[in-house]
């Protein structure tokens, strides 16, 4: 048994390591190293890199919106620099053909068989500029790999190594020469944020930063994928009770029944905000979920899976204002 943080006690699960709290002591100390790092070249967006780094560690993907110039494909390469494992970049254009992600099967000449080339989906961090300049035949090329962590060319299933995540840039839909992403790829992207325009002191500061030189070429690795694997372990060994869950379920029915959405948040929502919520506890230091970690993370896990009601699109309803307003109405359950 051990005290739990409202009061009284739980029991500890099977699930949950004797050596947990060293590990938890290990993981803020490795994020905390590789979030300074990404901030050393991202300045004034600390909330963008804690996201990041949460979704990295729920095992996800991470979806970052917004218009040129403001940082999203800096952010993703700061992150993939910062870890040293393979990563890759594809820059999605509308000629940008499924195998060119995915590999092809090509014949070779001289051992008169077909080789397997592997394409840039086969690494641990995949970075995705401009997701939504390809076409949505391309785009469904991320899907079986987002889900499932595998690869099938010709009826032949290849694994991805882990850890794996895909952090794919998108300009806004109004803007030209941009494909709306299907629903099911949305879906998959376990948050999305949008970087929005720096503070005036931090565009300052870039300013010096960035303007003598490119910082993101001077950054090192300050972790490796062993670390970040471990990590991983330790988040899904936080504890999380039976009231914390409902509440997750609660939150995600609740934009099911809404009058403002035609279309509510999936089953897959709900098991990635809970693991969402595993890393922003772990990331703060406890081995334990409370209802605020859900709070926090309803907005950027679940709003870009909705689809606003065509009355809330006449008022100019957007999800995220309905996200919002929804969890100030769920009844917070009582952990004590």
Do not use: W
Request: glycine letters at 6%; a negative charge; proline letters at 7%.
């Amino acid at each position: 048994m051990r005290a739990h943080p409202h009061g009284g006690q739980v029991a500890l699960t099977s699930d949950v390591a004797p050596d947990a709290g060293n590990r938890l002591e290990d993981l803020v100390d490795t994020a905390h190293r590789i979030r300074r790092s990404i901030e050393s070249v991202i300045e004034g967006k600390a909330d963008a890199v804690r996201l990041t780094l949460t979704v990295l560690l729920a095992e996800g993907h991470l979806l970052i919106e917004d218009v040129p110039g403001v940082g999203k494909t800096m952010l993703a390469k700061a992150l993939a620099r910062s870890i040293d494992c393979p990563v890759r970049r594809v820059q999605f254009t509308p000629d940008l053909l499924p195998s060119d992600i995915t590999g092809v099967s090509a014949y070779n000449q001289q051992t008169r068989e077909f080789e397997f080339k592997p394409g840039p989906v086969f690494a641990n961090i995949v970075v995705g500029d401009e997701i939504n300049r390809a076409s949505p035949k391309t785009q469904s090329a991320l899907l079986e790999c987002m889900e499932e962590h595998q690869v099938t060319v010709d009826g032949v299933t290849y694994e991805l190594e882990s850890p794996f995540m895909v952090i794919a840039t998108q300009n806004p839909i109004e803007m030209e020469g941009t494909y709306p992403l299907p629903e099911a790829q949305r879906d998959r992207f376990t948050a999305k944020i949008a970087m929005g325009y720096p503070e005036p002191t931090a565009e300052l500061e870039m300013l010096d930063v960035h303007g003598a030189s490119q910082p993101l070429g001077k950054l090192e690795p300050v972790a490796t994928t062993a670390e970040v694997r471990a990590l991983i372990q330790a988040v899904r060994a936080v504890y999380v009770s039976q009231a914390v869950k409902r509440y997750a379920v609660d939150m995600v029915t609740a934009t099911r029944r809404s009058p403002d959405l035609r279309l509510g948040a999936s089953p897959r929502a709900t098991l990635q905000l809970l693991r969402g919520a595993r890393a922003h506890a772990a990331l703060a230091g406890r081995d334990y979920v409370i209802p605020d970690d859900l709070q926090e993370l309803a907005v950027p896990v679940l709003a870009h899976r909705l689809l606003p009601s065509l009355e809330a699109q006449g008022q100019r309803r957007q999800p995220e204002q309905v996200v919002a307003d929804l969890v100030r109405r769920v009844p917070v359950p009582d952990t004590n």
